[in-house]
């Protein structure tokens, strides 16, 4: 017959604090393979986070009561705690690098701009402060544009960027090497900080460690440059027509790739007036990061949106599994004309 001791300590052990965290799969994963490289960081509004090598996981709070945990002790004992009053839960979410206007970090546009920097924030310090793990802040310093020259980091400029890329991609072509090249083969006249920074971030790796261009990335690119100088047009407009004519002048000629205006869905808004379409720039930089505000600043910009093009304003807040409904509904109207639905304002 098994025997259980059953006592009661009145009193908790002054010399430790119990807390009850739970872990997800991942993170039991990690742990089991006996890496011991967690960190814990933080967010500017308070919240504390817990990063591996390659994943953030978000720290939350959740208060109970009636809480008791039994431990397996030494002889087959049963240890009883009843003093967890929450646990704490831990979500995986996408890290981020910490947004550039909350720290200063200068652009470059030459070599005249490391001289202009007064305070140095180096790449290791940038890291520290960003919410996310190593792995994700090395993907995102290559997609953000980062670069770190004399220990500093820059931002590449969208001038300089779109400047060296149109010149990589004219010089590929004139090497017919478009298809597949190495890197080895670049030979642009550039600081190899920078043809390297833009070169990871629009090539996709091919077999042999060769590389081709990324083509939806770049016209992606093109096109989004294209849709910021409608700032300086009438009503931030322009003839939908009119806009393919100028996408397709800004990219290096023979450069021959197929554009379609959706790819650049949510930068945009389209609107037909007297059967002629025309398109507007909606520049994201000025728009919350809060879904509610956010649908708000857009149904003033535009009083009517197709439905289509004002999801994809909200790809994060549907990526994180909500659904964007659920505010359009509350905040304003959907309605179905034909076979396509529009938003409105109630």
């Known amino acids: 017959m098994s025997k259980l001791d059953v006592y009661q300590q009145l009193r908790q052990n002054d010399n430790y604090i119990y807390k009850l965290i739970q872990l997800p799969p991942q993170l039991q994963s990690h742990l089991s393979k006996l890496k011991n490289n967690l960190q814990l960081k933080s967010t500017n509004n308070g919240n504390v986070l817990l990063v591996t090598e390659d994943k953030t996981f978000k ?54 701009s490391i001289q202009k920097i007064t305070k140095k924030l180096t790449k290791q310090q940038l890291f520290n402060l960003s919410p996310c793990s190593k792995f994700e802040f090395e ?53 190899s900080n920078l043809v390297n920074s833009i070169f990871l971030n629009f090539t996709i790796t091919t077999k042999d460690n060769k590389y081709k261009l990324n083509d939806e990335k770049i016209i992606n690119w093109f096109g989004i440059n294209e849709l910021k100088k409608l700032k300086i047009e009438e009503e931030n407009q322009i003839k939908l027509n009119d806009f393919y004519l100028n996408w ?55 009083p009517i949106w197709k439905y289509d093009e004002i999801l994809y304003f909200f790809s994060d807040f549907i990526k994180s599994g909500k659904k964007i409904d659920s505010i359009i509904l509350k905040y304003g109207k959907k309605k179905k004309i034909g076979s396509k639905f529009i938003v409105c304002s109630r």
Do not use: A
């Not at 397996?72 to 206007?101: A, P, V």
């Not at 770190?148 to 980091?153: H, R, S, T």
């Not at 779109?162 to 004139?174: G, H, K, N, P, R």
């Open 248 to 302: 397709k002048s800004s990219l290096p000629s023979f450069y021959n790739v197929s554009l379609s205006i959706t790819s650049l869905r949510g930068n945009y808004l389209t609107k037909t007036i007297n059967k002629i379409e025309f398109i507007k720039y909606v520049p994201l930089e000025n728009l919350s990061q809060d879904p509610i505000i956010k649908f708000k600043q857009l149904i003033l910009i535009e």
């Open 139 to 191: 993907k995102l310093w290559i997609e953000m544009n980062y670069i770190n020259i004399e220990n500093q980091v820059f931002k590449i400029s969208n001038n300089l960027i779109t400047e060296i890329l149109y010149d990589l991609i004219t010089f590929l072509i004139s090497k017919n090497k478009l298809e597949e090249f190495r890197k080895e083969d670049i030979e642009i006249s550039y600081d």
């Open 59 to 112: 720290l939350r709070q959740n208060n109970q009561s009636n809480t008791i945990l039994l431990m397996r002790h030494e002889n087959d004992k049963l240890i009883g705690y009843d003093k967890c009053f929450y646990q704490y839960e831990l979500n995986e979410i996408l890290g981020k690098i910490i947004n550039s206007s909350d720290i200063d970090i200068p652009i470059y546009e030459n070599e005249k």
